[in-house]
């Protein structure tokens, strides 16, 4: 019976099991092969030949590369600090238990859950200078930024590309410090209040301390999250002004889809997965290691 079960636990897993080996495994190996051959569908429809190391030789002396690497350092610290800092500090204010800051807490998810795309269409639409009412809101409070196009600017657009996922995550980072909040030992922080320490040196050298592996854990996971961002720069900016907003992951998708270089695309593609795979390692060992503590 035990060997006929796992007959059974096999059988029943192969369908799933070959679906996910037909649209991950093999896409993901195909592409590994490609992003060592010259492959150009402009001219064949099938790889060329093999040119071993030269794609991702090509990359690290293309100016385009540097500059998408460049767009996506910068994007991914303004994204995850921000985020990180509003997420943390609407996580304090709505900590305590009340009506209105359980039902500010339930509303906190929608933004999170928005899809990525729409993110992009939304915040172009809100910053349209013709009739867009973030960019009416601006010119009222500040009239000197009244002649300002918000997306015709290289670092306004990166800037403002790094709202539409802050407005989206910061909701949701604040839900897990409050859970995270919760969870402190309140000892300690009545120990230094009764020891004289006002508010912000509770927070700065007891409740932040206690939050750290949180909030290392949360900062890398939403760095992993910016590197391979992509929809909103494709419904927001579209790469511009120029390449202003070029992330990574737009320039792969470009080179791939647009110039139809799909040896670069490729090579590309795995330079920007090893990014990946660093930022996923170490947050995968922080996690266990917070799991044996």
């Given amino acids: 019976m035990n060997s006929r079960e796992k007959y059974v636990k096999w059988v029943m ?16 190996l195909y592409s590994f092969i490609t992003s060592f051959r010259f492959w150009r569908l402009t001219r064949s429809a099938e790889p060329g ?14 100016a385009g590369f540097w500059n998408s690497v460049w767009v996506t350092v910068l994007f991914t610290i303004i994204s995850v600090t921000l985020s990180m800092a509003i997420g943390l500090a609407i ?4 900590e305590r238990a009340t009506k209105l800051n359980t039902f500010m807490k339930s509303l906190l998810i929608f933004p999170f859950a928005m899809a990525p795309a729409l993110k992009g269409f939304s915040w ?9 009412i973030l960019d009416a809101m601006i010119d009222f409070v500040f009239p000197f930024w009244s002649d300002v196009v918000w997306l015709g600017e290289p670092y306004w657009a990166v800037f ?50 206690q939050l750290m592996p949180i909030v290392i854990m949360v900062g890398l996971l939403k760095t992993i999250f910016s590197v391979k961002m992509f929809d909103q720069v494709v419904t927001l900016t579209g790469g511009g002004p120029g390449r202003a907003t070029e992330t990574l992951n737009f320039y792969v ?9 799909m040896g670069y695309a490729s090579s590309l593609a795995y330079i920007l997965v090893t990014t990946m795979f660093i930022f996923a390692f170490i947050y995968v060992r922080f996690l266990m290691k917070g799991e044996q503590n």
């Fill in 13 to 28: 897993l192969a369908p799933a099991l070959l679906i996910l080996i037909g649209t991950t495994l093999y896409p993901f």
């Fill in 49 to 62: 030949a093999f040119v071993g190391l030269a794609n991702y030789v090509r990359a690290f002396g293309d």
């Fill in 91 to 94: 996580a304090l204010i709505l």
């Fill in 124 to 132: 172009r639409f809100m910053l349209n200078p013709d009739y867009g």
């Fill in 160 to 209: 403002w590309l790094a709202m539409t996922e802050i407005w989206g995550w910061a909701p949701y980072i604040a839900l897990v410090f409050i859970g995270a909040l919760g969870a402190l030992p309140q000892e300690t922080v009545n120990a230094a209040k009764v020891d004289g320490a006002n508010t912000f040196q509770v927070f700065w050298h007891v409740t932040l301390p």
């Fill in 253 to 261: 998708y470009n080179q791939g889809f647009k110039f139809y270089d």
